[in-house]
């Protein structure tokens, strides 16, 4: 089966370990090079001109500060890149909307399928609720930033789809990396990073393939794709890739 190659920017990050042990066993994904700010093992920020192997897919969990280099890093490569990292500017954020005009970026809110499902389900109960205001009330591992790129999304696309109101109250309270929202009597909860890195590795698959300059979401990766299970997807792509491969 083809794999999909990925440069990970934040490779000694939390994500990005537990990817590290997920492509040990993955068929259809592997991290050929990793970046980061202070590892002998890898990349530094300012040597990503030395960079050597051949990549398909940039994934970038790492600092706002390294943020300018890897997105102009993805442009120069013409390479398709994830955004995870959290904290960026209204400057940085232009210059990943300008960046879609150029390369294919994914940059969402949420990468997580399961809150995917959550979020279609608040939509759905917003939609077909008498109230015009809504509570988001999202509660986290302590040292999360807040309010979460989740929470944001959640309240950004009630607003554009419905016109109705709403507002986040977020807390950080757990010792242990918990996540969970809740609107009502609707609620999603993850666990830990390790969910988190398989579904960036779907996304990545995904994302090699897409040869749209614009900037996507996980809804838009599903639309456009036609996908209804995101992991599903992915090995089938794989799969059909090689295929097509073996015959050449």
């Known amino acids: 089966m083809k794999k999909v190659k990925i440069l990970w920017s934040g490779i000694t990050g939390r994500t990005a370990t537990h990817a590290k042990e997920i492509i040990k066993e993955c068929p259809y994904a592997e991290i050929v090079a ?24 940039i994934v970038d969990f790492s600092n706002p500060k390294q943020f300018d280099k890897m997105i102009k890093f993805a442009i120069e490569n013409n390479k398709p890149i994830i ?3 959290a904290g960026l500017t209204d400057e940085q954020v232009k210059k990943y909307e300008d960046a879609a005009k150029i390369i294919p970026v994914f940059r969402g809110g949420n990468f997580r399928s399961k809150v995917k499902v959550f979020i279609d389900k608040v939509l759905e109960y917003v939609k077909s609720c008498d109230k015009d205001e809504f509570e988001i009330v999202e509660t986290h591992y302590k040292g999360k930033k807040v309010p979460s790129e989740t929470a944001k999304v959640i309240a950004k696309r009630i607003k554009d789809e419905t016109g109705k109101k709403s507002s986040i109250k977020s807390y950080c309270i757990y ?7 809740r609107v009502d009597d609707l609620s999603c909860r ?26 996507y979401d996980l809804d838009g990766l599903y639309r456009e794709n036609n996908i209804t299970n995101l992991h599903e997807y992915a090995i089938k792509y794989a799969e059909e890739d090689d295929k097509i491969n073996k015959k050449m």
Not at 175 to 181: H, K, P, R, S
Not at 197 to 203: F, G, K, R
């Open 175 to 181: 010792d242990d990396l918990i996540n969970d929202w």
């Open 83 to 85: 955004l995870g990292t």
């Open 34 to 57: 990793g970046v980061c700010r202070n590892n002998l093992e890898y990349y530094h920020y300012d040597e990503l001109d030395k960079i050597n192997e051949e990549f398909d897919v």
């Open 190 to 215: 993850v666990e830990s990073f390790y969910e988190l890195a398989e579904d960036i590795l779907d996304i990545a698959l995904v994302m090699k393939y897409q040869t749209s300059t614009q900037l």
